[in-house]
């Protein structure tokens, strides 16, 4: 299994930007695909984007496109999360996750999970 470990959040203005990485550790020899999921207080995980081993796929949810990068360094065993034009509605605790499934958007095929990094958006 892969261990997982986030860095790089913070507080921040709205329309500021923020880098999250996301480190992994462990069994870094199997291909697995990254993911960033996000959760506010009161609401459920939700996903954000997700990434494929070869980096040659990219998936993001609505709400985040065109204002998230998501990439990875696999010589790094690193991924991470570009934040442009951040919202207060952004504000949430981030979480790396790690799966051998090529690609998903579901939280339960996602079995390597990081302790989170948050992210505030101030008004």
């Known amino acids: 299994q892969v261990q997982l470990v986030e860095s790089g959040g913070g507080l921040v203005q709205a329309g500021g930007s923020l880098r999250l990485s996301c480190a992994a550790s462990?069994?870094?020899?199997?291909?697995?695909?990254m993911a960033w999921f996000r959760q506010a207080p009161g609401k459920e995980r939700e996903f954000v984007a997700a990434i494929r081993w070869s980096a040659a796929s990219t998936d993001y949810a609505d709400s985040v496109k065109d204002r998230f990068t998501i990439s990875r360094d696999n010589a790094k065993n690193t991924g991470y999360l570009q934040m442009n034009s951040l919202k207060p509605e952004d504000t949430a605790v981030y979480y790396c996750a790690a799966t051998s499934v090529p690609s998903s958007r579901r939280r339960t095929d996602y079995g390597s999970w990081g302790q989170g990094t948050q992210v505030t958006v101030s008004s």
């Open positions: 462990g069994r870094t020899s199997s291909r697995y695909a």
